[in-house]
Nanobody, 122 residues
């Protein structure tokens, strides 16, 4: 499956941004989807994941209550709504697809998008 992330940009602290990730090539609903991010000088970390049908979601501790992951299987797209953003959210954000069920690790995801830069700054 091929993944194309979009929606990154510059946002002020406290602001919102929505990322999208469009999938193609294989049946989108066969995959659990996730968002990861890589902050400068740090390892790639789990941000959020959503089950194949969209009913089960989970989040990294640093974004819980602020970010929301969702998917639209009719549009082959997964979203990440980011609210109350902080400078520490500045990172390159990646969407990823997994054949597993509960993965939160990079190694659990076989397919990756190209990444989109998000910068939170005044």
């Amino acid at each position: 499956v091929q993944l194309q992330a979009s929606g990154g940009g510059l946002v002020q602290p406290g602001g919102s941004l929505r990322l999208s990730c469009a999938a193609s090539g294989r049946t989108f609903s066969n995959y659990r989807m996730g968002w990861f991010r890589q902050r400068p000088g740090k390892e790639r970390e789990f941000v959020a994941g959503v089950s194949r049908g969209g009913s089960v979601t989970n989040y990294g501790d640093s974004v819980k209550g602020r970010f929301t992951i969702s998917r639209d299987n009719t549009k082959n797209t997964v979203y990440l709504q980011m609210n109350s953003m902080k400078p520490d959210d500045t990172a390159v954000y990646y969407c990823a697809a997994s054949s597993g069920y509960n993965g939160r690790a990079v190694r659990d995801y076989a397919y990756w998008g190209q990444g989109t830069q998000v910068t939170v700054s005044s």
